[in-house]
């Protein structure tokens, strides 16, 4: 069966850093684009990021939002079944439940065919 | 990196069947068949159930279908159940090599 646990979220002040984490099992992870979907509170679906899997010559392509470039840092861990993002300059829109979602086909242009239950992150004085 | 257009709400009545529509653009629902269709209950994780604007996964019921024209897609919802009541998301890859949502659509089974 696969899972998707993300952890790592929590109420972080402006400016502050967060690295959420995504533990995947059930599937051979190292093969499947990830990637990060939030919603903030009140709010629709937003793509975050994702990362291709691995392929030949094990390099991975990372993919952002124009919202979150600069800012936020997709990466995996293939050897722990994780996925990562390092958020830093936190600021208050970045409130938001964030989900970890495996891409089903087709790399970073796939659908997300797997959901976690998401992580909150809250940046708040 | 503009959100795609969708109506904020729809209703229907149950057996009914309903359409919601996602608008977007060349560079992206119209420039790519990778048009997906998520349901979202509030506090679950969100369920695909299109893809590449017209495939089914496995397991999904064969009332939710995809379609497209042009720059705009739509999922149809035939034989309306009370739990098809949730929010749903259209998404599409785009030309910058990213993905992007609409804004969602709560579907209410009067």
């Known amino acids: 069966e696969v899972q998707l646990v993300e952890s790592g979220g929590g109420l972080v002040q402006p400016g502050g850093s967060l690295r959420l984490s995504c533990t995947a099992s059930?599937?051979?992870?190292?093969?499947?684009?990830m990637g990060w979907v939030r919603q903030a509170p009140g709010k629709g679906l937003e793509w975050v990021s994702s990362?291709?899997?691995?392929?030949?010559?094990?390099?991975?392509?990372?993919y952002y939002a124009d919202s979150v470039k600069g800012r936020f840092t997709i990466s995996r861990d293939n050897s722990k079944n994780t996925l990562y993002l390092q958020i830093i300059s936190l600021r208050a829109e970045d409130t938001a439940l964030y989900y970890c979602?495996?891409?089903?086909?087709?790399?970073?242009?796939?659908?997300?065919?797997?959901w976690g239950q998401g992580t909150l992150v809250t940046v708040s004085s | 990196q503009s959100a795609l257009t969708q109506p904020a709400s729809v209703s229907g009545s149950p057996g009914q069947s309903i359409t919601i529509s996602c608008t977007g653009t060349s560079s992206d629902i119209g420039g790519y068949n990778y048009v997906s269709w998520y349901q979202h209950h509030p506090g679950s994780a969100p369920k695909l159930l299109i893809y590449d604007v017209s495939s089914p996964p496995s397991g999904v019921s064969n009332r939710f279908s995809g379609s497209k024209s042009g720059n705009t897609a739509s999922l149809t919802i035939s034989g309306l159940q009370p739990e098809d009541e949730a929010n749903y998301y259209c998404s599409s890859y785009t030309s910058s090599n990213t993905l992007v949502f609409g804004g969602g659509t709560r579907l209410t089974v009067l």
């Open positions: 979602a495996r891409h089903k086909i087709r790399g970073v242009k796939g659908p997300f065919d797997y």
């Open positions: 990362v291709s899997g691995s392929g030949v010559g094990s390099n991975v392509n990372t």
């Open positions: 059930g599937f051979t992870f190292s093969t499947y684009a």
